[in-house]
């Protein structure tokens, strides 16, 4: 093996040497990778397998459609179907928000099947086949409390978590009192203290998408900082982009994993994001992530976190079957490594 360390000390304990049985290429091998985040109304979703993303969680779409898709395709998809939100609530009237991927909620009451219902709007996404429900609280306009509750009751009586878009001045702290599971993005509008963190951290999921505030210095640096403080009190983060809000690759994207490591992540870390099967307990069975070749270094052999993050942005997505351990190397690795398994 052409570095010393074993792949393990750099990319996880997931990380193995492989060889193509079909092509013969030699490269790494890491579990499926994962965009916690996407809307595949606004992108040509099929294209994601070719960029290294083997499945997408969507957050924000027609549950019609996304109940109809192909099962067993790539990429494969979980989805929370529509939005909930408030009368007149974000993202109602958005030009990328058409009606049916938006549910107002004008009734509190825990009752399936009232107009305008939160519990009717829940058990909707149920029956077309959510694995999460997605709920808005943003300052302009939040949905009300008592239709929050009935949301989250509904939902985890049915066995499914609950990931809100958080937006504005305390909404944050009203995820948390009102037991959400996920944020659908690191709090960017303000910073969080540590107190919230702390209790963020115990109990939620916390979805990178740092990218889409490459434009935007402020919510870039208030969403590095919470991420940072997240992680440090032992938060779990996933990788997630928000695939349709604006001009992102149609892939694993690079800039994604930088800001991952700009908060504090280390390359383990985005690897863990990368291949975290939430909201499902495992990942795909059927297929692996293969980076060619070997993992990058600095031109002195020391570790590059920046050259290993821009690497993993090249993966491709292989059937398991096509990858054969590579035989060499694991003598390599046995000879160097402790029995830590
Ligand atoms: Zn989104």
């Given at each position: 093996m052409p570095h010393p360390e074993p792949l393990r000390a750099l990319l996880g304990p997931d990380a193995a040497a492989v060889r193509r049985a079909l092509t013969d290429e030699a490269g790494v091998s890491l579990p499926a990778f994962v965009d916690h985040h996407v809307h595949?109304?606004?992108?040509?979703?099929?294209?994601l397998p070719l960029g290294g993303v083997a499945a997408v969680v969507d957050l924000g779409g027609d549950p019609a459609i996304l109940a109809g898709r192909a099962a067993?395709?790539?990429?494969?998809v979980t989805y929370a179907g529509a939005f909930l939100t408030t009368?007149?609530?974000?993202?109602?009237?958005?030009?990328?928000?058409?009606?049916?991927?938006v549910r107002q909620i004008t009734d509190a009451s825990?009752?399936?099947?009232?107009?305008?219902g939160a519990a009717t709007a829940v058990d909707e996404q149920r029956l077309a086949g959510a694995s999460v429900i997605k709920v808005v609280l943003h300052h302009d306009r939040p949905l009300p409390e008592d239709a929050v509750a009935t949301i989250v009751e509904t939902a985890h009586a049915a066995g499914l978590p609950v990931v809100a878009h958080v937006e504005g001045e305390g909404m944050t702290r009203r995820a948390l009192d009102a037991g959400i599971?996920?944020?659908?993005?690191?709090?960017?509008t303000e910073r969080l203290d540590e107190a919230l963190v702390a209790r963020a951290a115990a109990a939620q999921v916390w979805i990178s998408t740092?990218?889409?505030h490459r434009d935007d210095e402020q919510a870039a640096d208030v969403a590095r900082e919470n991420l940072r403080a997240f992680r440090a009190a032992g938060g779990r983060v996933v990788y997630g982009t928000d695939?349709?809000?604006?001009?992102?690759?149609?892939?694993?994207?690079p800039r994604e994993l930088r800001a991952l490591l700009a908060a504090g992540c280390d390359v383990p870390a985005l690897v863990a994001a990368l291949t975290d099967p939430w909201p499902g307990?495992?990942?795909?069975?059927?297929v692996r992530t293969f980076l060619r070749g070997q993992p990058p270094r600095a031109a002195d052999g020391a570790d590059d976190p920046t050259a290993l993050a821009d690497w993993l942005a090249t993966a491709s997505v292989v059937p398991g079957e096509d990858l054969l351990p590579d035989l060499d190397d694991e003598a390599g690795n046995a000879d160097s490594e402790d029995d830590d398994d």
């Open positions: 595949l109304h606004l992108v040509d979703g099929e294209r067993g395709t790539l990429p494969q009368l007149g609530g974000y993202p109602a009237g958005r030009e990328w928000a058409p009606p049916a991927i825990p009752q399936i099947g009232r107009p305008g599971d996920a944020l659908a993005h690191t709090p960017f740092l990218d889409i695939l349709g809000n604006g001009d992102l690759p149609l892939g694993v994207n307990a495992a990942p795909l069975p059927e």
